[in-house]
Nanobody, 124 residues
Framework: QVPLVESGGGLVQAGGSLRISCAAS????????MGWFRQAPGKERECVAA????????YYADSVKGRFTISRDNDKNTVYLQMNSLKPEDTAVYYC?????????????????WGQGTQVTVSS
């Protein structure tokens, strides 16, 4: 378990950009696979991006490929999600998550620690 705190959500117009961040506590950040999930009302939580321990491997959902970029800074214990060309359908609560193993198609069960979530709203 690792405490995670997201920040940077908000309201943006369609076509705009937003960067959300997730800060982790403790000294073992580099030992975790990190993921960004989102959940819209009435929908299941889905992984939009994940990044391996050193950042050398990433995963993106098809719906965000080419628009979102996940990155991490292990010295700052922080993972980022840069979101460009945002669409109204990107509106959701975005959650940061930490896990111990890499899955080529990440699912919530792969992650044992979760942040409280940050709201991203894209207006049309």
């Amino acid at each position: 378990q690792v405490p995670l705190v997201e920040s940077g959500g908000g309201l943006v117009q369609a076509g705009g950009s937003l960067r959300i961040s997730c800060a982790a506590s403790g000294r073992t950040f580099s030992s975790f696979v990190m993921g960004w999930f989102r959940q819209a009302p009435g929908k299941e939580r889905e992984c939009v991006a994940a990044i391996s321990w050193s950042g050398g491997t990433t995963y993106y959902a098809d719906s965000v490929k080419g628009r979102f970029t996940i990155s991490r800074d292990n010295d700052k214990n922080t993972v980022y999600l840069q979101m460009n060309s945002l669409k109204p359908e990107d509106t959701a609560v975005y959650y940061c998550a930490a896990g111990l193993r890499w899955n080529i198609r990440p699912v919530p069960a792969d992650f044992g620690s979760w942040g409280q979530g940050t709201q991203v709203t894209v207006s049309s």
